[in-house]
């Protein structure tokens, strides 16, 4: 595939800095049986993540604007373009020594995602998409899945851990969202599942309480396959709302409204 000079950047960025999360998580999987445990560890390796891709994006392009997730987002003079990074997603599942995590790396021109790459160094895993190029995993294009029924369907979701999130809602979504479906899975890495929805590998994906790094580089990779996405209320306003779903066209509408469902009376 051919890619654009500001993609190739990206890649880069995003290639550098997991190769320096694969060197931490080799040594997280060893700290896993000591005493203290690995989370101070952790959080330096999603610091300097973060400062690698920072430092190759902001070489390339240092007129733009950077939200990260690690860092306070600076805002750049050239006014229209933005690098939206989470430098380590999934940091829950790199903690527990589960290779399940990537870098995302997102750009957004004029308020609009227009490329973005996630890679998981665990996996050699890299997914990448341009507004109008299509998406692709390691340079094969990918499509969404082509499931019409929700019944044929395994969708992804994002579960609401200890003190954050609103769990009795979640909890009455799922139960409509599982009485529909052939399966549930929530694998801990938004920007991962929402790839797997365009690789094909999800039939759709629900969640709620995100950010924009979580979800940034997922729509413009699930758009370019083929799927669509919005939030919760089926508009576009989903970086606002902190929500998402995603799919094909047919069973991002048909989750939409499951998900959506109201609370049963009696």
Known sequence: MARSALLNVMVQAALKAGKSLARDFGEVQNLQVSVKGPSDFVSQADLKAEKIVHDE??????????????????????????WIVDPLDGTTNFLHGIP????????????????????????????????????????????????????????GCGVPHLGRGNHGKFLLELR??????????????AALDLAYVAAGRLDGFWETDLSPWDMAAGIVLIREAGGFVSDMKGTTGIFGSGNIVAGNELIQKALLEVANRPVPTR
């Open 57 to 82: 994006l902001m070489k390339a392009r240092p007129t733009y604007g950077f939200l990260g997730e690690e860092s306070e987002e600076v805002k750049g003079t050239d006014g229209a373009h933005r």
């Open 176 to 189: 409509h969202v599982m009485g529909e479906v052939a399966g549930i899975r929530r694998l801990g890495a």
């Open 100 to 155: 399940q995590f990537a870098v995302s790396i997102a750009l957004e021109r004029n308020g609009e995602v227009v490329a973005g790459v996630v890679f998981n160094p665990a996996t050699d895993e890299l997914f990448t998409a341009e507004k109008g190029g299509g998406a692709f995993l390691n340079d094969r294009r990918i499509r969404v899945a082509a499931r019409r029924a929700l019944s044929d369907c395994v969708i």
